[in-house]
């Protein structure tokens, strides 16, 4: 038979565009979401801006001149007068503005529009060089001076009026945003969350169907344990890519180029500031890129690994209790599960040195931008408002840049579980089905071998150069050693192995040009080693065809005598079976293969060894079945057991991959060959 190969590290095509043309048949949601996003970004390019204009024209702002207005455009009414801070710039011509100087805040009034312009520039100032006597205050202009009174706290509230509206007007601003913020993400989240969750469900549904149309070479040569992988871990693995990875990149990304022009628009002296740094990111997240490529292949390669290390053990627990190598066991998944931590810890090393260094980076970015942006807001060429926008903006830039790269680092992770489905979904069948297919109505059972040559693996010939015939309802016994080929024989009926040369004729037909579902379906199985699907009675007899009536159930199982055994059990043909029938005996076992293989009345019956771990009470059982089973049906058989095959037509002895011997049980120890040696050694 063909050894274990090793699991291929590597994917020779483009992992990630094959990844996308699952997401093809829900391209509308995916647009829906992108256009999600891009609001939901908006939004947050917006709330930081709100609150520098909060900052700078309402709680900063107290130094806007108020200009003189008709009663009916006014904000607020102090001192018999009109004011407002929305006005015509070209009737306005007398104003009043708020100063302040040592905790106390002073109003000028009667400024024209000179005045009010000197005044204005002067407040950057924080006026140095004005005049405190008292509760007045005298600032110099030009070659004269202004005057204004000291405002109590009363007085400050009542010009400020209009301030505190435009704070709750962006307040409620703000809260609006918030809640469009979070509608908007909570859409999207669902959104991804449910296509992501049909997309695995599509690719689990296409792995799990296509390793069905694999050949038996292909789990000869592929571990229980890493088949299942494929299917279970590798699988749940990309869940991240399609519900978060995709859309997020694209919104980093977004997000990103916004901050960016944003930035630029506000101060492109400090936006350059920033971008300085950005080399450094760049260096380091392609470093990151390029360690976790590697870690994330040799962490799923070892995960397979381990699966497969499992699945086998548990699978063999009883023979490892049998032979006491617990401890042994015990060590060598030690080993392998040595080899996955040291994995994961070169992963978690990675990330160990990435995300501290975005950190320090952004932040040391952050304090070369406030302290700049500071020193510029003493000398009054930026607002307390920019400033905390553009600090804000710093923050939040350097953040989509961090989760670009672990976005980058899930895709990786994704990428390396991809390329292991990707390498399974590529396994070609073997069996090629025929071009022009040849569908008889009924096969009958007449079978034909032509000078078959076949080999599991290179030239390794398990079958020479054999060639015999089988008529319709005849009943034909293989016997030989181990390893002489009877049940490759089985195989190649059955079409599960193709031939390297000679040709097989079913009915006439060479089997290569009957669809195998046709051929397999005149086929029925009894196998040595049976195998119980968990579940209960009846669906092991029927195998999920809910178009067979329980009346057919019933006398398959009666046919096989398997009915008197399943009626004693507590329920009936409803008795839960569990993993591989643990609770049901070897004979009811095999009772149980005869049903299900009756069940779907195939043309032609085939048993490997099918009593050879009976009892001799259920032997006897299915014995005084054979007869009415075999009737009618072309019947092969293969066993050790010289005793079960003597009444055949035909008993052909197969030694070393060819034919040496065929004739009825007396004819064959007539001639004192290799059949009578077997016999006589077993008498």
């Given amino acids: ?182 509608v908007c993400e909570m859409a999207e989240v669902w959104l991804l969350q449910r296509t992501g969750q049909n997309i695995i469900f599509d690719i689990r549904q296409q792995v799990f169907e296509h390793i069905h149309t694999l050949p038996l070479r292909f789990f000869d040569t592929n571990p229980v344990g890493r088949i299942v992988t494929r299917v279970t871990n590798d699988v749940e693995s990309l869940n991240r890519m399609y519900t978060q990875v995709l859309v997020k990149l694209f919104s980093n990304t977004v997000l990103i180029i916004g901050y960016a022009v944003v930035m630029l628009r506000i101060n492109a002296r400090l936006a350059g500031l920033c971008f300085l740094f950005l080399p450094v990111i760049f260096a380091l997240t392609v470093w990151f890129r390029s360690m976790t490529r590697k870690v994330y292949r040799i962490v799923r390669t070892k995960i397979s690994a381990l699966n497969t290390f499992l699945s086998e053990n548990i699978s063999g627990m009883k023979l490892i209790q049998i032979f006491v190598r617990e401890r042994e066991k015990a060590a060598e998944f030690e080993e392998r599960t040595g080899e996955l931590y040291r994995s994961q810890m070169r992963e978690l090393l990675v990330f160990s040195v990435f995300r501290p260094g975005i950190a320090f980076v952004a932040n040391f970015a952050l304090a070369t931008v406030i302290y700049r942006s500071g020193v510029s807001v003493l000398a009054g060429t930026l607002t307390l408002g920019t400033m905390y926008v553009f600090t804000n903006y710093i923050r939040s830039f350097f953040r989509p840049i961090e989760q670009l790269a672990e976005q980058f680092s899930s895709l990786q992770n994704a990428l390396a579980s ?47 150069d054999v060639s015999f015939e089988i008529h319709p309802g005849e009943k034909v016994a293989f016997v030989g050693a181990t390893g002489a080929g009877k049940s490759s024989i089985l195989n190649l009926i059955g079409r599960y192995y193709d031939i390297q040369k000679g040709q097989i004729l079913v009915d006439g037909v060479d089997i290569r040009r009957i669809p195998t579902a046709v051929l397999r379906r005149a086929i029925g199985q009894v196998q040595q080693d049976v195998f119980v699907f968990t579940g209960d009675i009846r669906s092991n007899i029927r195998l999920l065809d809910e178009e067979m009536s329980e009346e057919k159930v019933r006398r398959a199982a009666e046919a096989a005598n398997a009915d008197q055994f399943i009626r004693n059990l507590p329920g009936g043909y409803d008795e839960p079976v569990t993993e591989r029938g643990a609770t049901l005996s070897a004979g009811q076992r095999q009772l149980l293969s005869f049903a299900r293989t009756l069940a779907y009345d195939p043309a032609i019956l085939v048993m490997d060894e099918a009593t050879a771990n009976i009892d001799t009470e259920t032997e006897r059982l299915i014995q005084g079945a054979l007869e009415t089973l075999m009737e009618g049906r072309t019947t092969i058989m293969v066993a050790h057991r010289l005793s079960t095959i003597q009444h055949a037509d035909n008993i052909i002895v197969m030694h070393k991959g060819r034919i040496r011997e065929s004739g009825t049980h007396q004819q064959l120890l007539a001639r004192n060959g290799i059949y009578r040696k077997l016999y006589e050694l077993q008498q």
């Fill in 1 to 182: 038979m063909a050894t274990i190969k090793e699991e291929k590290l590597s994917y020779n095509g483009n992992a990630f565009t094959r990844l996308l043309t699952y997401v093809r048949p829900y391209w509308k949601t995916m647009v829906l979401c992108t256009a999600l996003v891009l609001a939901v970004t908006a939004l947050n390019l917006y709330r930081p801006i709100l609150i520098g204009d909060a900052i700078d024209h309402h709680i900063e702002g107290y130094d806007h001149p108020y200009a003189y207005v008709s009663a009916q455009e006014a904000q607020v009414a102090f001192g018999g007068r009109y004011l407002s801070t929305e006005y015509d710039e070209e009737t306005a011509d007398a104003f009043a503005v708020i100063v302040y100087r040592d905790d106390r805040y002073y109003l000028i009034q009667d400024l024209d529009r000179r005045q009010t312009g000197e005044l204005l520039e002067k407040t950057k100032t924080e006026l140095t060089d004005a005049a405190v006597s008292g509760s007045v205050i005298t600032v110099p202009l030009g070659n004269g001076t202004v005057s204004g009174e000291a405002l109590s706290r009363q007085q400050l509230s009542e010009l400020r009026q209009a301030d505190r509206q435009g704070i709750r007007r962006i307040a409620l601003i703000y809260a609006a945003v918030l809640v469009l913020t979070v």
């Fill in 418 to 464: 991809a390329e292991k489905i990707f390498t399974v979904l590529d396994e070609r069948n073997t069996i090629p089905e025929p071009a022009d297919p040849v569908v008889p109505e009924k096969l009958v059972g007449h079978i034909e071998f032509r000078n078959v040559w076949f080999a599991y693996e290179g030239d390794d010939y398990v079958l020479r």
